[in-house]
């Protein structure tokens, strides 16, 4: 069965950065795609950015570009991103997601949580003064 653990959370103050993991096991990411997601109290869950498999081409949404950064440890067999000049609109639960299916490229699609299958659990990000 297939499982994502996230970690890195925590609380942290308006500019800061954290860095946060998506770990695998019981399957190698190397060939999915691989989505980061939030949900804020009151809200729905949005998508914030994802790494394609096959040639690592990324996508982030309007609200992090330039702020967030996403990236793959093939080696560690886990998917990182990092958050600087943190706001506290980013505080949330952040989760990471995988479709069932191999080969297939980030962009709009995989940025709906509909289309994702298999999920962890989340880490909760808090910015705060």
């Known amino acids: 069965q297939v499982q994502l653990v996230e970690s890195g959370g925590g609380l942290v103050q308006p500019g800061g950065s954290l860095r946060l993991s998506c770990a695998a096991s019981k399957f190698t990411l190397d060939y999915y795609v691989i989505g980061w997601f939030r949900q804020a109290p009151g809200k729905e869950r949005e998508g914030v950015s994802c790494?394609?498999?096959?040639?690592?081409?990324?996508y982030y949404a309007e609200s992090v570009k330039g702020r967030f950064t996403i990236s793959r440890d093939y080696a560690k067999n886990t998917v990182y991103l990092q958050m600087n000049s943190l706001k506290p609109e980013d505080t949330a639960v952040y989760y990471c997601a995988t479709p069932d299916e191999t080969g297939v490229m980030c962009g709009v699609y995989y940025s709906d949580a509909a289309n994702m299958d298999y999920w962890g659990k989340g880490t909760l990000v808090t910015v705060s003064s």
């Open positions: 790494i394609s498999s096959s040639d690592g081409s990324t």
